[in-house]
């Protein structure tokens, strides 16, 4: 155990990674939620001070493991908090997004109207493409992607990496990308 006064020390003296960090990786978010900047920090504090607590000489320097602790701070608070409070990005399909020569109103609906076709064509021509294709089990991935599970859930399911599933879907991608050109 360390005495309050090493823990001290650690956090005075990393205090700049946090800044480091959320100016490095976080500066669009904070462009778009700019009165979120002071949250960002206490969050990013929070994880220097619990990396602090448990930090340990003989798993390596303390930079690398603030930095993994900080960062996965500031994505669970972007990723989840502000989705669940911020969410500001919801439009009615009323809404009008230009006018046209004329002065009429363009709105959502209008725009999506007519598409149907296309966007039927298109999931029939990638289902058939996850049929024909030889990657591993991707029919199974696709189907529980689409009720919902998550990269690392289905790994679970599975008995294998998120990091497999993400190349497999990946390669699907890449694969209907090639057959919608």
């Given at each position: 155990?360390?005495?309050l006064e090493e823990k001290n020390k650690l956090f005075e003296d990393n205090i700049n990674l946090v800044h480091f960090?959320?100016?490095?990786?976080?500066?669009?978010?904070?462009?778009?939620?700019?009165?979120?900047?002071?949250?960002?920090?206490?969050?990013?504090?929070?994880?220097?001070?619990?990396?602090?607590?448990?930090?340990?000489?003989?798993?390596?320097?303390?930079?690398?493991?603030?930095?993994?602790?900080?960062?996965?701070?500031?994505?669970?608070?972007?990723?989840?908090?502000?989705?669940?409070?911020?969410?500001?990005?919801?439009?009615?399909?009323?809404?009008?997004?230009?006018?046209?020569?004329?002065?009429?109103?363009?709105?959502?609906?209008?725009?999506?109207?007519g598409n149907e076709n296309v966007d039927i064509e298109n999931v029939r021509?990638?289902?058939?493409?996850?049929?024909?294709?030889?990657?591993?089990?991707?029919?199974?991935?696709?189907?529980?992607?689409?009720?919902?599970?998550?990269?690392?859930?289905?790994?679970?399911?599975?008995?294998?990496?998120?990091?497999?599933?993400?190349?497999?879907?990946?390669?699907?991608?890449?694969?209907?990308?090639?057959?919608?050109?």
């Amino acid at each position: 155990m360390r005495s309050l006064e090493e823990k001290n020390k650690l956090f005075e003296d990393n205090i700049n990674l946090v800044h480091f960090i959320i100016n490095r990786y976080f500066k669009s978010f904070l462009r778009r939620y700019p009165y979120l900047k002071e949250d960002l920090f206490q969050e990013g504090y929070i994880g220097l001070y619990k990396t602090t607590c448990c930090f340990d000489e003989s798993k390596g320097k303390f930079s690398t493991i603030a930095f993994s602790y900080i960062s996965g701070h500031l994505k669970r608070f972007t990723t989840g908090y502000v989705k669940k409070h911020y969410r500001n990005d919801i439009d009615s399909f009323e809404k009008c997004i230009y006018r046209d020569n004329y002065g009429e109103e363009i709105r959502i609906e209008d725009r999506l109207a007519g598409n149907e076709n296309v966007d039927i064509e298109n999931v029939r021509v990638i289902r058939s493409c996850i049929k024909r294709s030889e990657i591993k089990d991707i029919q199974k991935i696709v189907c529980l992607r689409e009720k919902g599970y998550t990269q690392q859930e289905i790994s679970k399911v599975l008995g294998t990496s998120q990091t497999s599933i993400y190349r497999r879907l990946k390669k699907l991608k890449t694969e209907i990308n090639i057959l919608g050109k």
